[in-house]
């Protein structure tokens, strides 16, 4: 570690980046900073690179361009602090494994090389568990599991990992209110124990309720800050085009009493 | 039977159909939940250019030549399929199917050009095609226990990263697994797991080896660690089979038995495995079907009850007739022998009354979606 810190005051620190597919950019010139400590959403129109994002700092697609650190460091040095949640859609739930043994997977990077994981580890998966509420399906095999129920040890998974740093992909959609809800209580609890947040969020209307700090994208950043300045209807405006009617909640209520 | 087990010939092959067994039905899995079971398939029928090029460096028929040169293009195969679906908008399987064909049309020039050039000792090439146990030597048995153990020895090394990669290689490499090196490393043993079969079923059936037990196996099993030692199981009970079978009947060929005796357990096992067969899926919508005029009956009663605010209000059986449009004396008895009405009197009439248990009222509750269903239900 001679390298001296880049931003370590960030959490997340991106500049220039540049992904393309096949010499189209998906991404272009992204620059943006998320201060530690915060829960952040990264909203845009569907195509707008957000998943793309999350995957080329993780180092899952090849940037054609740009830079990313995280707390100051390269990701390639702070893997460990990082924990992330993938799309759930992205694996056959049909694989023959159990809940239990999913969330242990968080745990294979710390173990190494040859190493089972022990009872110890056991232990740390079952915490995890307990945390989403999962505790009784444990030995479940994953198939049988619901959507949401899916969702939460793929969050329990992440959890293990003890990250400093989280990356989640969707973690709300397609699942029901209760699991919404449990999952952002989750969330809310990782931010005030210091970590930060980073969620792909597709429902501008509960940005501001679950958020305090958001990007809004559409290949290129259209506005980036804390969601009371950024949550404008311009600046939404600029990222969705004429597809979104912002619903002021307080307006929709007044026009229909 | 005893002289037959005694029998050197016999056991040589015994031996080899359940070491081939064993080994297949372990990397098989792996292949099977990486959907790549075409892969298997390609890779035995690239060997077989790699055996007759063996065979033409070599001069003779020696086992190990032939079996490196099958590795080798196989290796080669699975590589120009990786740059073919790289490259071009080809798919996955196309590319897979592309790769087969060609070089199993490579590999049977080479063997007919062998054939009319008349090289010494060539009679025995032909039967890499469908495997020919009786050839088995106990020289080749060293070989292929050595290679399989290799195999084995490398799944159960490397188990947790293999598991891992093939469930989710995106998270994978987020953890640091070195994902292509791990996905190099399981095609190159599932080459190897092809190889070892390669003598004894022959190039054109050993992708149903590589893909039968690990079939069956996943129908039985929820876990990983299960499917594997299942899918050895299976593997070594099919080995054995088809070579005894093979042993005591004259002019019945080894390999193709093997694959047979594979086959009916994978029928079996698709058929009546609990959970993930046929027939058991069958019953349970037959059951579901069975006791869905049951349900239905007990959520009126619950509605009844609800309606004049007595949870144990009795209500009367030609009433329920009626509102039903049916009898449900049937449904009624299937619901009490649950414990979840009773019958009750209702004076002064003697007429048949329901009432609802206490675990009557939870089952219509759940059944309304008016309570938390216990998850699974």
Not at chain 1, 32 to 44: K, Y
Not at chain 2, 84 to 106: E, M, Q, W
Request: aromatic share 6%; charged share 15%; proline share 4%.
């Amino acid at each position: 570690m001679s390298q001296t810190l880049h931003e370590p005051g960030l959490a997340v620190h991106v500049e220039d980046l540049t992904v393309s597919y096949a010499a189209r950019p998906v991404l272009w010139d992204i620059d943006f900073d998320i201060p530690p400590g915060v829960m952040a959403a990264i909203v845009g129109p569907n195509g707008a690179g957000k998943s793309t994002l999350i995957k080329s700092i993780l180092g899952l697609v090849r940037p054609t361009a740009g830079h990313v650190t995280i707390l100051g460091r390269p990701y390639k040095d702070q893997r460990r602090r990082v924990g992330y949640v993938p799309q759930r859609s992205s694996v056959d739930w049909d694989f023959p494994t159990t809940a239990i043994d999913v969330v242990m997977m968080g745990l294979y990077g710390q173990l190494g090389w040859f190493r089972r994981p022990g009872a110890k580890d056991r232990e740390k998966a079952m915490d995890a568990l307990a945390r989403v509420g999962m505790l009784d399906s444990a030995s479940r095999q994953i198939s049988q599991l619901s959507g949401g129920q899916q969702q939460r040890v793929f969050l329990a998974r992440a959890l293990v990992q003890d990250a400093d740093v989280y990356f989640l992909d969707e973690p709300m959609a397609g699942v029901d209110a209760t699991t919404e809800r449990a999952i952002v209580a989750i969330l809310h609890a990782l931010r005030d124990a210091g970590k930060t947040v980073i969620v792909v969020h597709h429902d501008l209307q509960t940005v501001r309720t679950y958020f305090d700090w958001m990007i809004i994208l559409n290949i290129r950043v259209i506005a980036q800050g804390p969601v009371a300045q950024v949550y404008t209807s311009q600046n939404l405006h600029r990222a969705y085009g004429g597809q979104v009617a912002l619903l002021d909640r307080d307006k929709v209520l007044g026009e229909v009493g | 039977m005893l002289t037959l087990l005694t029998d050197f010939t016999i056991q040589n092959v015994m031996i080899g159909a359940a070491l081939l067994g064993i080994v297949s039905g372990v990397l098989g899995s792996f292949a099977v939940l990486r959907r790549q079971s075409l892969l298997g398939d390609t890779l035995s029928h690239a060997a077989l250019p790699g055996i007759c090029i063996g065979f033409m460096l070599a001069g003779t028929r020696d086992l190990p030549m032939l079996l490196a040169g099958a590795l080798v293009t196989g290796a080669l195969a699975a590589l120009a399929m990786l740059a073919l679906t790289r490259t071009t908008r080809l798919k996955t399987d196309a590319g897979l199917g592309i790769a087969l064909s060609i070089s199993f049309a490579t590999g049977v020039v080479l063997l007919t050009h062998i054939q009319t050039t008349g090289s010494a000792g060539q009679g025995g090439l032909e039967s890499f095609l469908f495997g020919q146990a009786a050839a088995i030597l106990r020289s080749d048995l060293y070989l292929m226990g050595g290679i399989g153990a290799l195999a084995l020895a490398i799944v159960s090394a490397f188990w947790k990263e293999f598991k891992l990669v093939s469930f989710d290689p995106d998270y994978a490499r987020t953890l640091g697994l070195p994902v292509l090196a791990l996905d190099v490393a399981i095609t190159t043993i599932i080459a190897l797991a092809v190889v070892i079969g390669l003598q004894m079923v022959g190039v054109v059936l050993m992708a149903a080896m590589i893909v039968a037990p690990a079939v069956a196996a996943r129908q039985w099993s929820n876990r990983l660690g299960t499917m594997v030692v299942l899918a050895a199981i299976f593997g070594m009970a099919s080995g054995l089979f088809g070579a005894l079978v093979s042993a005591t009947a004259r002019g019945l060929s080894t390999g193709p038995l093997i694959v047979l005796a594979a086959s009916v357990i994978v029928l079996v096992s698709l058929a009546i495995a609990p959970g993930r067969g046929i027939v058991w899926e069958w019953l349970q919508h037959w059951k579901n079907r069975r006791s869905l005029p049951a349900r239905r009956v007990l959520t009126t009663l619950y509605r009844l009850a609800a309606e004049h605010g007595d949870p144990a209000y009795p209500a009367e059986q030609s009433m329920l007739d009626a509102y039903h449009g049916t009898a449900t004396a049937s449904s009624l008895e299937r619901l009490k022998s649950r414990g979840l009405i009773s019958a009750v009197a209702h004076a002064p009439e003697f007429t048949p009354h329901w009432a609802l248990t206490p675990s009557g009222i939870i089952e219509a509750e759940t059944l309304l979606g008016r309570r938390e269903a216990e998850p699974g239900i």
